[in-house]
Every structure is written in structure tokens, then in C-alpha cells.
């Protein structure tokens, strides 16, 4: 971690995180953490097998802050002059870690959860008009749903969402102290 570009805390960018909602643009190894960055409440993008430069201009194009664990995307113009926000994120982090990383390098509170699966906000949705998508046995136990208002996909707070929250909330904690 001693070897990174001195990007970390320079002005452009956590100005870029002040100055409203930001949003994220992760590069083809962080696919984990955008999903963990739309849990805790961020749009983020990420695209298998996006080169650096599609990525870069994706980024400029959205106005999104660049997550990368690729050192050598520092050494590009745009990102070496901070024309374009960007983060470096550690080798040998587990996602979570990654997570904490990011927020307590840009200071990020915590929000309403988005899509993991595509950064969308998501609505609650009755449940009789999602009826048939919802699998017979979680419609007994469970009433709230939840739909991605961009790509349309069904959430609810299943086990596999309260895992997440577990690991979420434990985050929190930590960064309230
Ligand atoms: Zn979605």
C-alpha cells in the first residue's frame, strides 16, 4: 500500500465527492464493489472486460468518480492531472474491505440501498402486482418488495439481502466512530 500514486486526498476529488451525489465508475477487476457500492446507497457502473480507455472516457462522459486497483491508469493524462476523479483501490482487499476503503477515503454516508445489479433506485412495489416473479415460498414469509426503477429488477430482503446488511451495518458502526 506504501507504493501508491499520491492521488489519495487530493482536492479534486473529494471535491467532486462534495459537491453532490457522486457516482462511480469501477474498472473490470472491482465488479464486486460496485455491487457493495450500490448496497450502500451510490450508482455505480462496472462492465466486464472494459478497457481502461472506455472506461476512462465513460467515466468523463458521466461525470463519475474512477475506481481502479490498476496503478498504470494514473499515469494517463487525464488521471495524472486530475482532470478526472479518481481512486486508487489497494491489491489484496476482500470486497467489504474495498467498501470501507472507499468511503473512508471520500467520506461517504450511508443511503437508501440501490440495484445491485445496475445502480438504479429502487421503489417499493405492492405485492400483489409482482405476484407471479416472487418465488411461492418467499411470498409466505415476506410482504415488502422492491422494484429497480432502471433495469426493473425485483428485491426483497431475502437472507441473502440480510447477510449484506449484517456486513453493512457493521460498516457503519465503524465509521460512526
Ligand atoms: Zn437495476
Same mark, same amino acid.
Given at each position: 500500500?506504501?507504493?501508491?500514486?499520491?492521488?489519495?486526498?487530493?482536492?479534486?476529488?473529494?471535491?467532486?465527492?462534495?459537491?453532490?451525489?457522486?457516482?462511480?465508475?469501477?474498472?473490470?477487476?472491482?465488479?464486486?464493489?460496485?455491487?457493495?457500492?450500490?448496497?450502500?446507497?451510490?450508482?455505480?457502473?462496472?462492465?466486464?472486460?472494459?478497457?481502461?480507455?472506455? /472506461?476512462?472516457?465513460?467515466?468523463?462522459?458521466?461525470?463519475?468518480?474512477?475506481?481502479?486497483?490498476?496503478?498504470?491508469?494514473?499515469?494517463?493524462?487525464?488521471?495524472?492531472?486530475?482532470?478526472?476523479?479518481?481512486? /486508487?483501490?489497494?491489491?489484496?482487499?476482500?470486497?467489504?474491505?474495498?467498501?470501507?476503503?472507499?468511503?473512508?477515503?471520500?467520506?461517504?454516508?450511508?443511503?437508501?440501498?440501490?440495484?445491485?445489479?445496475?445502480?438504479?433506485? /429502487?421503489?417499493?412495489?405492492?405485492?400483489?402486482?409482482?405476484?407471479?416473479?416472487?418465488?411461492?415460498?418467499?411470498?409466505?414469509? /415476506?410482504?415488502?418488495?422492491?422494484?429497480?426503477?432502471?433495469?426493473?429488477?425485483?428485491?426483497?430482503?431475502?437472507?441473502?439481502?440480510?447477510?449484506?446488511?449484517?456486513?453493512?451495518?457493521?460498516?457503519?458502526?465503524?465509521?460512526?466512530?
Amino acid at each position: 500500500m506504501s507504493a501508491e500514486p499520491k492521488s489519495l486526498g487530493n482536492t479534486p476529488l473529494v471535491a467532486s465527492v462534495r459537491e453532490g451525489e457522486p457516482r462511480f465508475a469501477c474498472d473490470a477487476m472491482l465488479g464486486g464493489l460496485a455491487r457493495w457500492l450500490r448496497a450502500w446507497g451510490y450508482d455505480a457502473v462496472w462492465q466486464r472486460d472494459i478497457s481502461d480507455w472506455e /472506461l476512462i472516457r465513460l467515466a468523463q462522459r458521466e461525470g463519475r468518480i474512477l475506481l481502479t486497483s490498476d496503478s498504470g491508469i494514473f499515469r494517463i493524462g487525464w488521471v495524472r492531472d486530475h482532470d478526472l476523479p479518481a481512486l /486508487l483501490i489497494p491489491h489484496g482487499l476482500k470486497r467489504h474491505q474495498q467498501l470501507e476503503y472507499v468511503c473512508q477515503q471520500l467520506g461517504l454516508p450511508r443511503k437508501e440501498p440501490r440495484c445491485m445489479r445496475c445502480g438504479g433506485a /429502487l421503489r417499493p412495489v405492492p405485492k400483489d402486482e409482482v405476484w407471479e416473479r416472487i418465488p411461492p415460498k418467499t411470498r409466505l414469509w /415476506l410482504d415488502q418488495y422492491y422494484q429497480c426503477q432502471r433495469c426493473g429488477q425485483l428485491f426483497w430482503e431475502g437472507t441473502h439481502w440480510q447477510r449484506i446488511e449484517r456486513a453493512l451495518n457493521e460498516l457503519n458502526a465503524k465509521a460512526a466512530h
